[in-house]
């Protein structure tokens, strides 16, 4: 049941069955059977449906707020119960952007461990997606991620920098001298993206509707597969993580990523749930705001 009430919340929030889907990896039909059964299970209607929209009954609103309470609860229990089955040893389980190309979480992570020790650190990566998804899950405690939405009161949004867009191309590219380069020059190149078959299309949507980029998308499962790609002329990536090049510079340029003649720019952050703040969690991110340069910070 629990499972229902998360799939109730998440239509209710979201106010559509078709967006709470696809925020919960399930199709929109089976959400709906979720629902129907959880309205079966309580025996009342929770929600009014009429055609494609739908409206909280009385019951179904005083159940929504009673049951954020209950579902809050309920993952505060498992995670202290793996705490105490795991001996009370203390753990951050932390994630960051797959396509994240600057040295500053690797910095913090290397200065928290020697700092905490006895603290377990547990690192994933993945596209924005992936970490919003297993941040609202309860699968991570902190996330390092760009920002694509509003700023929820759910979690606390703590800005890294303010990061001016770069693009990665092989230096043997006649674009390669360029400065800084426009979005409708790429258009006859391809794109390289770093996104899980699941997440292609997520990437390739926002990076064509809220980038700008046109013309053609390839894809790769990681950071070095996807500079492999673009080291062998198949095509540029945009990438995280400001102008530094890489160090390998002799066979990678980064140039600056404009549209209409102004720096396209996308703000980063450390992002925890609110309920989830804990000595460690903020400490992390005071950690990780400490390797960005003052300058960018907002």
């Avoid at 809050?72 to 089955?85: G, N, P, S, Y």
């Avoid at 990665?168 to 770093?194: F, G, V, W």
């Amino acid at each position: 049941m629990i499972k229902q009430i998360k799939y109730f919340q998440a239509v209710v929030r979201c106010k559509s069955f078709t967006q709470a889907a696809e925020e919960c990896f399930i199709s929109q039909s089976a959400i709906s059977q979720q629902i129907q059964a959880l309205e079966h299970e309580l025996g009342v209607k929770l929600l009014n449906r009429e055609n494609r929209k739908f409206s909280l009954t009385p019951a179904g609103e005083h159940f929504y707020q009673k049951s954020l309470v209950l579902t809050a609860d309920f993952d505060r229990l498992c995670h202290e119960t793996v705490r105490i089955a795991n001996k009370d040893n203390a753990e951050l389980r932390i994630g960051y952007l797959k396509c994240y190309g600057g040295q500053e979480f690797r910095l913090a992570v290397a200065e928290f461990s020697e700092k905490y020790p006895d603290v377990s650190v547990q690192i994933i990566n993945g596209n924005h997606e992936d970490l919003y998804a297993a941040l609202r899950n309860g699968g991570v405690d902190l996330v390092l991620n760009d920002q694509r939405r509003a700023f929820s009161d759910e979690y606390v949004n703590f800005i890294l920098t303010t990061s001016e867009c770069y693009v990665e191309i092989a230096t043997r590219n006649p674009l390669a001298s360029l400065e800084s380069i426009e979005t409708d020059d790429l258009k006859n190149i391809p794109c390289i993206l770093i996104a899980s078959p699941e997440q292609q299309e997520n990437e390739r949507t926002y990076y064509q509707e809220i980038v700008g980029i046109k013309g053609d998308f390839l894809f790769a499962e990681n950071l070095e597969e996807a500079r492999l790609l673009v080291i062998g002329g198949k095509g540029f990536m945009p990438i995280e993580g400001g102008e530094k090049e890489p160090g390998f510079a002799a066979t990678l340029r980064r140039i600056l990523l404009t549209r209409k003649g102004k720096p396209i720019k996308r703000n980063y952050g450390a992002f925890w749930k609110t309920d989830n703040s804990g000595y460690y969690v903020e400490e992390f991110a005071d950690i990780l705001k400490s390797k960005f340069p003052s300058e960018s910070k907002v």
